[in-house]
């Protein structure tokens, strides 16, 4: 329940009426990237936690890189991402785990399956571990 008071409170401050200042895209700008971070990124952050505290290491069928292109700016990015499956024992039900995108293809440093710890209460908290891998993912 704290988080949706804390969400209320942000929804209020983002629709109050606008000050007479100059600066009043910039701040609004920021009340909608601090939106981003809180909304999108610290609940994954948290889910990791989650997973990391409370979850099982379990080996997971790697199932396929998916590869796409990203355009930025003038040039063309390669993004890969590891898809591995491993059924959830709640339920019986294949669950997906998705690697995060990194910028050189995996393929080659990868077996039949990868460790991931997750915790099965909540299936969407899970880490993947790409710790062999020769390269930094960002």
């Known amino acids: 329940i704290t988080t949706l008071i804390i969400a209320a409170v942000f929804f209020f401050l983002m629709l109050r009426l606008p000050p007479r200042s100059t600066l009043f895209p910039y ?10 971070f809180y909304f999108i990124l610290w609940p994954k952050y ?6 990391v505290r409370q979850g099982v290491e379990i080996q997971a069928a790697v199932q396929e890189v998916r590869h796409w292109n990203q355009k930025r700016s003038d040039t063309i990015v390669d993004r890969y991402e590891i ?56």
């Not at 701040?27 to 981003?36: E, H, I, K, M, Q």
């Not at 948290?46 to 997973?51: D, E, H, L, P």
């Not at 399956?113 to 790409?130: H, L």
């Open 27 to 36: 701040t609004t700008l920021f009340r909608s990237l601090g939106a981003v």
């Open 46 to 51: 948290q889910g990791q936690q989650q997973a």
């Open 83 to 138: 898809i591995a499956v491993a059924p959830n024992p709640q339920n019986g039900k294949m669950q997906q785990f998705v690697s995060p995108p990194m910028g050189e293809d995996p393929a080659p440093y990868l077996g039949n399956s990868i460790k991931v710890t997750v915790d099965w209460s909540n299936p969407k908290a899970y880490v993947m571990d790409i710790s062999f891998l020769p390269f930094a993912v960002h």
